[in-house]
């Protein structure tokens, strides 16, 4: 059974209206955990965010068929390891990412969420698998530095860069490799960057489901 017989060509035409606001939901709602302390400065993000057609087969076979005989009893969260590129319109890469960890931080039968962060470069990727609405929603975030910050390092700068430069029309790929069979994802940007701090838009708690972890 192909994802068009899933349904695929009903989300595919639904995608340009209901994607960009699912795929921004999907990034606010999995932000890592954070406390407002009195005196210290709150947490700002960048965002970018971006939705497609799910290759449904594929990733549920990956959900099903990734793990060894007698590994579902294990208490360890799945991984998922990643290649992302962000290009803009004519094909140049601003941003790419090798070998990405993700782990998983949602399961069910209607979604599957995954989530890494980075620490050097301060960058979180989220990537949700919507088998409901047939839908891929990605979103990548990364920590805007205090206003008073004189420790910005090269690789942190360069994503902060390279997510503010991101406009519509640019592609987030993601793709994995894998004895399921390989996953390959084509997002279109539909807006630019949008800032963003906890408190700020959603509160609900969901916003613990994808906790810093070291990618």
Known sequence: MNDAQNGGGKAENSVQNDAPSSAAQA??????????RPGVQVRRWLIVSASAVLSSVAAQNYVCYSRPPGAAATTDAATLMLDLTVEDARHKPRLQRNAARLKSVE?????????????????????????????????LRVMLPPDDADDINPTWQQTI??????????????SVRSSCGDILQTHTVQAPAIEWMPGQGRSSSQEDKAEDNDG
Do not use: C, K, N
């Not at 990034?27 to 407002?36: C, F, K, V, Y």
């Not at 969420?113 to 047939?134: A, K, T």
């Not at 860069?161 to 993601?174: I, N, Q, S």
């Open 27 to 36: 990034g606010l709602a999995a932000a890592p955990r954070s406390e407002t």
């Open 107 to 139: 399961t069910g039968d209607r979604q599957v969420m995954w989530s890494g962060y980075d620490v050097v470069s301060r960058l979180q990727v989220i990537w949700v698998w919507d088998f409901y609405r047939i839908l891929s929603h990605v979103a």
């Open 161 to 174: 860069d390279a997510l503010r430069a991101v406009e519509p029309g640019d592609v987030v790929r993601v």
